[in-house]
């Protein structure tokens, strides 16, 4: 049995390991309720990285990873992390513990030793999500920076105008 085929029989249980990572770097409070509320409406965070991780599994296992799809679902993903300000490597340290749930899921299989070179593949292709996932990280924190900057800029300008101020200047 090739790799893809492991990967896709044992797939809800790569998931759920690659979730519980995901979830460890939460307080315990937290990760219990991300894990345990089913509700999208009640638990927005916990069904995006659920979903998200999926779709990129899912990428993952396809014979042509599409970076644009690819993009996506990390976007949704990573997006939670910036606004959280999570440090980087944080945000990005779930993408390399998906290496960690599939070895802990295939131990049995990669200890025969057969799967080896499958394997080199498979990590250089998480590698290589991981840069785009750096990209994507850096992008929505300069976004949120924007916003944040441009909100301060309004605030003042508000205020000023508020207590008059702010004086307007004429042109010629």
């Excluded at 990967?7 to 390991?17: E, N, P, T, V, Y």
């Excluded at 993903?77 to 960690?100: C, D, H, N, P």
């Amino acid at each position: 049995m090739n790799l893809t085929n492991l990967l896709s029989s044992k797939k809800d249980d790569i998931l759920k390991r690659w979730f519980d990572e995901i979830l460890s770097v939460y307080p315990v409070q937290t990760s219990n309720f991300l894990k345990t509320q089913k509700d999208p409406f009640a638990n927005p965070i916990g069904q995006t990285i659920f979903h998200g991780i999926e779709d990129i599994f899912n990428e993952i296992l396809s014979s042509e990873t599409d970076s644009k799809n690819i993009s996506s679902f990390l976007e949704n993903v990573i997006r939670i992390s910036a606004i959280q300000e999570f440090t980087a490597s944080k945000a990005m340290g779930f993408i390399f513990s998906l290496k960690k749930a599939v070895k802990d899921a295939l131990n049995e299989e990669i200890n025969e030793g057969r799967l080896y070179p499958e394997l080199l593949i498979l990590d250089d292709r998480i590698d290589k999500i991981a840069l785009l996932s750096f990209d994507i990280y850096m992008n929505s924190r300069e976004t949120l920076y924007d916003i944040k900057a441009n909100e301060v800029k309004n605030m003042t300008f508000n205020l000023l105008r508020r207590a008059n101020i702010l004086t307007e200047v004429k042109e010629e």
